[in-house]
């Protein structure tokens, strides 16, 4: 790696410059980005930031998606929500303050606006704390495009609606370009795919994003799916901590024992090059491409981020986890190269360029 692309992959400690608390079990932080830093962290509206907080002699790393939008808030600023027995989560909303120091790697991420021919609609699907990103790219959009932006926002009732004053104060700022629709589930019950399929009526060329719950993804994704709309314009954030609890305490699985015979290669295209990489008796593709000088993108390798995903071209690997992908995402051949080990006998082949 070079100088550069080892600092992009790094923690570094950043001050905590401000806390809102935007319910009763949701706060966000912003941050002061010195001078030196400024480059490393500049993001595109719909990244996220990397977390490591120590913990009983243990160092947690968390992904939290930024809330801000660049060129429009001051400083970069993350959304967290109290998760059931969350360590982190709860450690963050209930002893982060200002002022206080903590250890962040540089942005990362592909849940991004995509520039679109002829200012193509957004259609935004957000459920509880998925808002975060949704809501970075929404401003960003509404502030630099002439995009018409429709907000489809699922939350529990009307208490755990976060951002409600800022979603409010951009309507009120581009009422002809920007529409929210609430969905509560206290009085409407979970959404269902007809309540979605509503929403989208008239607007299935638009460009869709979708950010939340699991099964409310799922719920969006099927309907998309019955209307054929948004045909190779649906981006997705599959973004989960850790469902285990104990993982991190938890030691690494032994690698799977070497097979005898001669070292084993797969293929890579990173950046528009085809390349072959050696890798070694039980060694992940991530680990062995970095190994070889290359420079693919990562965060948590923990499976949950997404960020190192990759197309599985040719033949099989296998994978220790794989949070940030559902049962659609593994049948299309996706894979996450910090999980993947190599498997069989037949030619591997990957490609970090395809677009998710």
């Known amino acids: 790696m070079t100088q550069t692309s080892d600092a992009k992959h790094r923690f570094h400690e950043l001050v905590v410059a401000d806390v809102i608390q935007e319910t009763a079990d949701t706060r966000s932080f912003a941050f002061d980005v010195p001078d030196v830093l400024g480059e490393l962290f500049r993001y595109t509206p719909g990244q996220f930031l990397t977390f490591e907080i120590p913990w009983d002699g243990l160092r947690l790393h968390r992904c939290y998606s930024l809330s801000s939008a660049p ?6 600023k993350v959304t967290v929500k109290r998760v059931d027995r ?8 209930d002893r982060l303050e200002k002022g206080a ?4 790697k540089p942005p990362e991420g592909h849940f991004v606006l995509r520039a679109a021919e002829q200012e193509r609609p957004l259609v935004m699907f957000g459920g509880g704390s998925g808002i975060t990103p949704i809501l970075s790219i929404l401003k960003s959009a509404l502030a630099n495009t002439r995009r018409r932006v429709k907000l489809v926002y699922a939350n529990r009732d009307r208490d755990s609606i ?4 800022e979603l409010d104060a951009w309507r009120d700022r ?8 609430h ?3 206290s009085e409407r019950g979970f959404m269902h795919a007809a309540n979605a399929k509503d929403h989208f009526a008239g607007l299935e060329n638009a460009d869709f994003y979708i950010c939340g719950p699991a099964p409310f993804m799922d719920v969006v994704e099927s309907a998309l799916e019955e209307r054929q709309a948004g045909r190779g314009h649906v981006f997705v954030e599959r973004f989960v901590s850790p469902t285990d609890p104990d993982r991190v305490q938890a030691p690494a699985a032994a690698p799977p024992p070497a097979a005898v015979g001669a070292p084993k290669t797969f293929f890579m295209t990173l950046e528009g090059v085809r390349s072959e990489v050696p890798v070694k008796p039980g060694e992940t593709l991530l680990a062995a491409a970095q190994r070889a000088g290359f420079d693919p993108s990562f965060s948590c390798q923990e499976g949950y981020c997404g960020c190192c995903i990759a197309r599985l071209r040719s033949g099989k690997v296998q ?11 593994i049948a299309n051949r996706w894979v996450l190269a910090c999980q993947s080990r190599l498997e069989g006998d037949d ?10």
């Open 71 to 76: 060129g429009i808030d001051a400083s970069p």
């Open 347 to 356: 030619p591997v082949e990957i490609d970090f360029d395809d677009s998710y």
């Open 101 to 104: 120091r903590i250890a962040v």
């Open 86 to 93: 969350g360590r982190v989560s709860n450690w963050m909303n």
């Open 319 to 329: 994978m220790r986890t794989h949070d940030a992908l559902n049962a659609k995402d």
């Open 174 to 181: 581009f009422p002809d370009r920007f529409e929210i629709a």
């Open 183 to 185: 969905h509560l589930d």
């Open 162 to 165: 976060i951002f409600r004053s």
